[in-house]
Protein backbone atom coordinates (compact mmCIF):
# COMPACT_ATOMS: atom_id res chain seq x y z
CA UNK A 1 0.00 0.00 0.00
CA UNK A 2 1.33 3.41 -0.45
CA UNK A 3 2.59 5.54 2.44
CA UNK A 4 -0.25 8.10 2.36
CA UNK A 5 -1.55 9.46 5.92
CA UNK A 6 -4.01 11.97 6.22
CA UNK A 7 -4.89 13.64 9.79
CA UNK A 8 -7.24 13.90 11.17
CA UNK A 9 -9.59 11.21 10.00
CA UNK A 10 -12.46 12.79 11.77
CA UNK A 11 -13.43 16.02 13.08
CA UNK A 12 -16.79 17.96 14.13
CA UNK A 13 -16.75 22.05 13.81
CA UNK A 14 -18.98 24.83 13.59
CA UNK A 15 -19.82 27.29 10.77
CA UNK A 16 -16.96 29.84 10.06
CA UNK A 17 -13.91 28.36 11.76
CA UNK A 18 -11.11 27.38 9.90
CA UNK A 19 -9.92 23.88 9.36
CA UNK A 20 -6.64 22.09 7.59
CA UNK A 21 -6.39 19.00 6.98
CA UNK A 22 -2.75 17.56 6.61
CA UNK A 23 -1.75 14.22 4.02
CA UNK A 24 1.31 13.19 4.82
CA UNK A 25 3.35 10.59 2.10
CA UNK A 26 6.58 8.42 2.19
CA UNK A 27 6.40 7.74 -1.55
CA UNK A 28 8.62 10.99 -2.43
CA UNK A 29 5.52 11.09 -5.29
CA UNK A 30 5.48 14.57 -6.89
CA UNK A 31 2.02 14.63 -8.20
CA UNK A 32 -0.91 15.12 -5.09
CA UNK A 33 -4.18 15.71 -4.99
CA UNK A 34 -7.49 17.09 -3.24
CA UNK A 35 -10.62 15.07 -3.65
CA UNK A 36 -13.74 15.53 -2.29
CA UNK A 37 -16.01 12.87 -2.05
CA UNK A 38 -20.54 13.49 -2.18
CA UNK A 39 -23.14 11.18 -2.18
CA UNK A 40 -24.33 11.63 -5.70
CA UNK A 41 -21.53 13.28 -7.25
CA UNK A 42 -18.36 10.80 -7.01
CA UNK A 43 -15.49 12.34 -6.42
CA UNK A 44 -14.32 15.46 -7.34
CA UNK A 45 -11.06 17.74 -7.43
CA UNK A 46 -10.43 20.35 -5.60
CA UNK A 47 -6.64 21.25 -5.93
CA UNK A 48 -3.44 19.55 -7.01
CA UNK A 49 -0.17 19.87 -6.97
CA UNK A 50 2.81 19.33 -9.64
CA UNK A 51 6.01 19.96 -6.83
CA UNK A 52 6.93 21.95 -4.04
CA UNK A 53 4.94 25.89 -3.83
CA UNK A 54 3.50 24.47 -7.47
CA UNK A 55 -0.14 24.05 -7.00
CA UNK A 56 -3.27 24.53 -9.16
CA UNK A 57 -7.64 24.96 -9.32
CA UNK A 58 -9.25 21.79 -9.57
CA UNK A 59 -13.23 22.00 -10.48
CA UNK A 60 -14.23 22.93 -6.94
CA UNK A 61 -11.70 25.07 -5.34
CA UNK A 62 -13.91 28.11 -4.70
CA UNK A 63 -13.56 28.04 -0.60
CA UNK A 64 -10.37 25.80 -0.61
CA UNK A 65 -6.70 26.93 -0.38
CA UNK A 66 -3.53 24.76 -0.65
CA UNK A 67 -0.29 25.12 0.49
CA UNK A 68 2.95 22.59 -0.31
CA UNK A 69 6.21 23.14 1.53
CA UNK A 70 7.91 20.15 0.91
CA UNK A 71 6.96 17.21 -1.01
CA UNK A 72 5.65 15.03 1.79
CA UNK A 73 3.29 17.52 2.62
CA UNK A 74 0.29 18.76 1.33
CA UNK A 75 -2.10 20.68 3.49
CA UNK A 76 -5.37 21.35 2.58
CA UNK A 77 -7.46 24.63 4.69
CA UNK A 78 -10.94 26.06 5.09
CA UNK A 79 -10.49 29.61 6.40
CA UNK A 80 -14.13 30.03 6.96
CA UNK A 81 -15.84 26.78 7.08
CA UNK A 82 -19.47 26.23 5.60
CA UNK A 83 -21.74 23.52 6.06
CA UNK A 84 -21.56 22.88 2.38
CA UNK A 85 -17.95 21.98 2.79
CA UNK A 86 -19.24 18.70 5.38
CA UNK A 87 -17.97 15.91 3.25
CA UNK A 88 -15.60 13.21 2.94
CA UNK A 89 -12.08 14.63 2.18
CA UNK A 90 -9.66 12.01 0.24
CA UNK A 91 -5.84 12.80 -0.72
CA UNK A 92 -4.42 11.07 -3.29
CA UNK A 93 -0.48 10.73 -5.28
CA UNK A 94 0.74 9.48 -8.56
CA UNK A 95 4.20 8.90 -9.43
CA UNK A 96 6.72 10.89 -11.98
CA UNK A 97 6.95 10.30 -14.75
CA UNK A 98 4.02 9.28 -17.01
CA UNK A 99 4.23 5.74 -18.42
CA UNK A 100 3.82 5.29 -22.35
CA UNK A 101 2.52 8.83 -22.85
CA UNK A 102 0.03 8.31 -20.13
CA UNK A 103 -0.73 8.78 -16.66
CA UNK A 104 0.23 7.31 -13.48
CA UNK A 105 -2.63 5.80 -11.47
CA UNK A 106 -3.46 7.75 -8.50
CA UNK A 107 -3.25 6.15 -4.79
CA UNK A 108 -5.25 7.32 -1.78
CA UNK A 109 -5.20 7.53 1.44
CA UNK A 110 -7.80 6.80 4.05
CA UNK A 111 -10.27 9.76 4.23
CA UNK A 112 -11.05 12.24 6.57
CA UNK A 113 -14.78 12.26 7.37
CA UNK A 114 -15.05 16.89 7.92
CA UNK A 115 -18.63 17.61 9.48
CA UNK A 116 -19.45 21.32 9.94
CA UNK A 117 -22.24 22.37 12.37
CA UNK B 1 -23.91 16.09 -20.11
CA UNK B 2 -21.46 14.68 -17.20
CA UNK B 3 -17.97 14.43 -18.42
CA UNK B 4 -17.80 10.83 -17.32
CA UNK B 5 -21.11 8.95 -16.77
CA UNK B 6 -21.81 5.34 -14.72
CA UNK B 7 -25.26 3.98 -14.18
CA UNK B 8 -25.24 4.50 -10.42
CA UNK B 9 -27.39 1.04 -9.80
CA UNK B 10 -27.24 -0.86 -7.88
CA UNK B 11 -26.08 -3.91 -10.60
CA UNK B 12 -26.75 -6.97 -8.83
CA UNK B 13 -25.29 -10.74 -9.71
CA UNK B 14 -24.97 -14.20 -8.77
CA UNK B 15 -22.23 -15.44 -7.17
CA UNK B 16 -20.12 -16.94 -10.07
CA UNK B 17 -21.30 -14.62 -12.65
CA UNK B 18 -20.17 -12.15 -15.16
CA UNK B 19 -20.43 -8.69 -13.59
CA UNK B 20 -20.43 -5.95 -16.33
CA UNK B 21 -19.47 -2.57 -15.11
CA UNK B 22 -19.54 0.31 -17.92
CA UNK B 23 -18.62 4.22 -18.07
CA UNK B 24 -18.93 6.39 -20.93
CA UNK B 25 -16.84 9.88 -21.44
CA UNK B 26 -17.52 12.98 -23.31
CA UNK B 27 -13.76 13.77 -24.18
CA UNK B 28 -12.59 12.40 -27.31
CA UNK B 29 -9.19 13.23 -26.63
CA UNK B 30 -9.10 11.12 -23.33
CA UNK B 31 -6.18 9.20 -23.29
CA UNK B 32 -6.25 7.18 -19.53
CA UNK B 33 -8.63 5.30 -18.13
CA UNK B 34 -8.98 3.40 -14.41
CA UNK B 35 -11.54 1.59 -12.65
CA UNK B 36 -11.37 1.74 -8.51
CA UNK B 37 -12.96 -0.39 -6.41
CA UNK B 38 -14.15 1.66 -3.35
CA UNK B 39 -15.77 -0.11 -0.45
CA UNK B 40 -18.10 1.45 2.26
CA UNK B 41 -16.48 3.59 4.35
CA UNK B 42 -12.75 3.18 2.90
CA UNK B 43 -10.89 4.98 0.15
CA UNK B 44 -10.92 3.94 -3.51
CA UNK B 45 -8.23 1.15 -4.85
CA UNK B 46 -7.28 1.35 -8.16
CA UNK B 47 -8.07 -2.46 -9.98
CA UNK B 48 -7.00 -1.87 -13.35
CA UNK B 49 -5.88 0.98 -15.95
CA UNK B 50 -6.08 1.00 -19.93
CA UNK B 51 -4.53 3.16 -22.71
CA UNK B 52 -5.36 1.71 -25.40
CA UNK B 53 -7.95 0.19 -27.31
CA UNK B 54 -8.74 -3.26 -26.78
CA UNK B 55 -9.01 -5.53 -24.28
CA UNK B 56 -6.74 -5.84 -20.75
CA UNK B 57 -7.08 -9.16 -18.85
CA UNK B 58 -5.71 -8.97 -15.37
CA UNK B 59 -6.78 -12.52 -13.30
CA UNK B 60 -11.05 -12.69 -13.07
CA UNK B 61 -11.17 -8.63 -14.12
CA UNK B 62 -11.07 -6.94 -17.84
CA UNK B 63 -10.70 -3.69 -19.13
CA UNK B 64 -12.27 -3.15 -22.11
CA UNK B 65 -11.74 0.15 -24.07
CA UNK B 66 -13.63 1.62 -27.15
CA UNK B 67 -12.21 4.77 -27.75
CA UNK B 68 -14.46 5.59 -31.23
CA UNK B 69 -17.53 5.09 -29.04
CA UNK B 70 -16.05 6.43 -26.03
CA UNK B 71 -16.86 3.84 -23.49
CA UNK B 72 -14.95 1.70 -21.56
CA UNK B 73 -16.26 -1.16 -19.42
CA UNK B 74 -14.76 -3.88 -16.47
CA UNK B 75 -15.41 -7.14 -16.78
CA UNK B 76 -15.75 -9.30 -13.50
CA UNK B 77 -15.44 -12.79 -14.27
CA UNK B 78 -16.33 -15.45 -11.35
CA UNK B 79 -17.82 -12.54 -9.64
CA UNK B 80 -17.91 -13.16 -5.48
CA UNK B 81 -19.57 -11.74 -2.63
CA UNK B 82 -16.48 -9.90 -2.35
CA UNK B 83 -16.64 -7.81 -4.67
CA UNK B 84 -19.47 -6.17 -3.88
CA UNK B 85 -18.62 -2.25 -3.83
CA UNK B 86 -18.74 0.76 -5.60
CA UNK B 87 -16.30 0.69 -9.36
CA UNK B 88 -15.62 3.98 -9.98
CA UNK B 89 -14.28 4.66 -13.23
CA UNK B 90 -12.12 7.56 -13.70
CA UNK B 91 -10.81 9.64 -17.17
CA UNK B 92 -7.48 11.51 -17.33
CA UNK B 93 -7.65 13.92 -20.57
CA UNK B 94 -4.88 14.77 -22.83
CA UNK B 95 -3.08 17.75 -21.89
CA UNK B 96 -4.46 19.77 -19.48
CA UNK B 97 -1.92 18.99 -16.51
CA UNK B 98 -2.58 15.85 -14.56
CA UNK B 99 -6.60 16.03 -13.77
CA UNK B 100 -8.47 12.90 -13.52
CA UNK B 101 -12.35 13.20 -13.86
CA UNK B 102 -14.00 10.62 -11.83
CA UNK B 103 -17.53 8.93 -12.79
CA UNK B 104 -20.18 8.72 -9.76
CA UNK B 105 -19.54 5.38 -9.12
CA UNK B 106 -21.71 1.90 -9.67
CA UNK B 107 -22.92 0.19 -6.41
CA UNK B 108 -22.37 -3.96 -7.47
CA UNK B 109 -24.05 -6.52 -5.49
CA UNK B 110 -23.02 -9.76 -5.81
CA UNK B 111 -25.71 -12.63 -3.97
CA UNK B 112 -24.17 -16.05 -2.42
Known amino acids: DAGITQSPRHKVTETGTPVTLRCHQTENHRYMYWYRQDPGHGLRLIHYSYGVKDTDKGEVSDGYSVSRSKTEDFLLTLESATSSQTSVYFC????????????????FGDGTRLSIL | QKEVEQNSGPLSVPEGAIASLNCTYSDRGSQSFFWYRQYSGKSPELIMF????GDKEDGRFTAQLNKASQYVSLLIRDSQPSDSATYLC????????????FGAGTRLFVKA
Open chain 1, 92 to 107: AISESPPLAGGNQPQH
Open chain 2, 90 to 101: AVKARGGGFKTI
Open chain 2, 50 to 53: IYSN
